[in-house]
Every structure is written in structure tokens, then in C-alpha cells.
């Protein structure tokens, strides 16, 4: 099954959640996206701004990712070469990664770009 994740901010419960038009958004483009509903929404902790000290990894040439897009609960593998590359870095610890440009978004076709 397929989820929709959504960040639980470190605020104290109830501060900074996104609006019900945000989380409509979320789930079209899920459907747009997957061909088929989110199962259900859910919350994981995650950092919401970049840190302000980032260290290069290198190129992002190219993504590698599994997905049951168009086949629920069939996940595939998809490869995506990266045109216009990307630059990989991560927080100064090594455990957040972060892509840096690339003009690439996320359609109802895929990842475009």
C-alpha cells in the first residue's frame, strides 16, 4: 500500500499545520502521480528547514527509486538520468541528505525534467 507522508512539525502539537487546501494538494498530486488514492496519511517527524551549513556529496546524475505508481501494491523500479544535474549534499553529521537544483518536478508522467 502507498502513503501519503506528511511532517509532524517540532512545534508544540497544533502549531504550524498545513491547512486543509495543503493537504488536498498532497493527495491530488499523490493521485496524479500513483493512478490511484493514498490508503491513508502518514505522520513522520522530519526537519523542515535546511541547514545553514551543507557539505557536497557531488553530481546527482541520476535517481533510483521504488514505487507502486499505476500498480497498487506492485512496486517497480524506476531510473531517471538527470539532464540538467543536481548537486547531492548532506547536513554536517552525514544523516539528511539534500538535492540542490536541477529543474525537475513531480507530474501525473512521472519525475519531469
Known amino acids: 500500500m502507498s502513503y ?13 499545520c498545513e491547512p ?16 490511484f488514492p493514498a490508503g491513508r496519511v502518514v505522520r513522520r517527524r522530519c526537519r523542515r528547514v535546511m541547514p545553514p551549513l551543507l557539505v557536497s556529496v557531488g553530481e ?13 501494491g506492485r512496486p517497480r523500479t524506476f531510473v531517471h538520468f538527470l539532464e540538467e544535474p543536481a548537486r547531492l549534499v548532506c547536513d554536517i553529521t ?17 519525475v519531469e525534467g
Not at 498532497?26 to 496524479?32: E, G, P, R, W
Not at 546527482?60 to 497498487?72: A, N, T, V
Not at 552525514?94 to 512521472?110: D, E, K, M, P
Request: net charge positive; charged share 15%; aromatic share 10%.
Open 4 to 16: 501519503l507522508f506528511r511532517s509532524v512539525p517540532p512545534e508544540p502539537p497544533g502549531a504550524g
Open 20 to 35: 486543509a487546501a495543503s493537504l488536498r494538494q498532497a493527495c491530488s498530486l499523490f493521485q496524479a502521480f500513483h493512478c
Open 60 to 72: 546527482l546524475r541520476g535517481l533510483i527509486y521504488r514505487s507502486d505508481r499505476g500498480q497498487p
Open 94 to 110: 552525514g544523516r539528511q541528505l539534500y538535492i540542490l537544483g536541477g529543474n525537475y518536478r513531480v507530474t501525473a508522467r512521472g
